[in-house]
């Protein structure tokens, strides 16, 4: 099913919802938001991304649709993730300003202008919930969660929080892989774009205890480790693998004075010791993984040269004085 808008319709502001694993009854949770949007004065579209079949969903989308709703509706023929979702949701999308909301309720929806105000003077806008009342488990799995992301350069609270606001522009650089979509503020911020947070209420719905399959946690901790090497050394990786080169090597040196010093004072044996493989094992890999850091360093020199770090936000012109 692929219900769309009308297209001579102006739109200010696209809503997309992927559909992934976690929903509340759809006609509450999209009147919810309707309702709110629509004392923005400011013209939307609902975009619904369902990643796979989800039969029994998309019928309660079609019956909010039959009673004269517009909603852009795009279903997948089985899952792809919660990327896809986004991505293709983007790519249906007409608005300037990119609205993302789970198909659950996640904030209190009467925050939503805060959020959409705040938009006027960044790029993107991040929401993180007041958890204040919520459930020490919880709790407790979030600022786990907010930890790990730190280690890996993020400065945002509340990375598991769906709710962000983008200009459409944004989403013309992200490069966004796999299941990266709780770090697309960080990913924006590295790319040059400004990046707020806001505070928004926690739906009491969403304070259920809720408890996730032990390979969602190790997937997310191996998505935290490449994150981190992404944003902190994607663009210098020489620093990354020079650095542990430099080690390597520093090793095997202070190794091969040892034992030198050891042949000249003890009188020991150099021939058939371990130590002695060791040593040159040490300095070989070292030698080899500071390459591998120069190879990765030309080959971002060379193919991507002119790619800027930095966006500017305002270009002032003062005429000139008589």
Known sequence: MNTMAPPDLTIDISVIIPVIDRTEPAEAVWRAYHDVLMRTNKSFEFI?????PFEDYAEELAAVGD????????????????????????????????????AYLQTAPESLPTLLDKLENADVVSAYRDRSTDNVLSRLRGWSFEALARMAGSRFKDPGCVVRAFRRRVFDDLQVHHEQHPFLPLLAEG????VEQVCMPQSRSDQKIRMHRAITYFSVFLDLIALGFLTRFMRKPFRFFGSVGAGCIAIGVAMGIYILIQRQTAGMELA????????????????????VGLIAEIIIFTRNPSRSAYKIEKIVTHPDEA
């Open 48 to 52: 619904y991304v369902l990643d796979g």
């Open 67 to 102: 009673r004269g709703f517009p909603l852009n509706i795009v279903r997948f023929n089985r899952p792809f993730g919660q990327v896809a979702c986004l991505l293709e949701g983007v790519r249906h999308a007409r608005g300037e300003t990119i609205l993302i909301l789970p």
């Open 191 to 194: 790319l040059g774009y400004k």
């Open 272 to 291: 058939d010791r371990p130590a002695l493989l060791l040593t040159v094992l040490m300095i070989v890999l070292g030698i080899q993984i500071a390459a």
